[in-house]
Nanobody
Framework: QVQLVESGGGLVQAGGSLRLSCAAS????????MAWFRQAPGKEREFVAA????????AYTDSVKGRFTVSRDNVKNTVYLQMNSLNPEDTAVYYC????????????????????WGKGTLVTVSS
């Protein structure tokens, strides 16, 4: 079992920044691929970013490329999402997830292929 706890969400003005953290416990953290998903009101959960076990391989959805950066600290068992130049379309509940297979682009981006989830942290961007 893996327990994931997100933190760092909040209210920010457009153009601002937030840093989300996800603390993992329960098993060897560096065994897992870590990812961030988000879900806006009335919309499906969507992939945001992922990072491989070694912290080098990363992937992003197109809408956040150049603005968001995913990173991990395998000593602290924590994954981060640095979000810059936020806009109101980024408003959502952000979820941390763990998986075991990087796979294809579509595989990685499917929420059903992640097997552990946090409870989420709300990010609200005002215009």
């Amino acid at each position: 079992q893996v327990q994931l706890v997100e933190s760092g969400g909040g209210l920010v003005q457009a153009g601002g920044s937030l840093r989300l953290s996800c603390a993992a416990s329960g098993r060897t953290f560096n065994r897992d691929i870590m990812a961030w998903f988000r879900q806006a009101p009335g919309k499906e959960r969507e992939f945001v970013a992922a990072i491989g076990r070694n912290g080098v391989t990363t992937a992003y959805t197109d809408s956040v490329k150049g603005r968001f950066t995913v990173s991990r600290d395998n000593v602290k068992n924590t994954v981060y999402l640095q979000m810059n130049s936020l806009n109101p379309e980024d408003t959502a509940v952000y979820y941390c997830a763990a998986g075991d297979t990087w796979g294809t682009s579509s595989y990685l981006r499917s929420p059903g292929n992640m097997y552990y989830w946090g409870k989420g942290t709300l990010v609200t961007v005002s215009s």
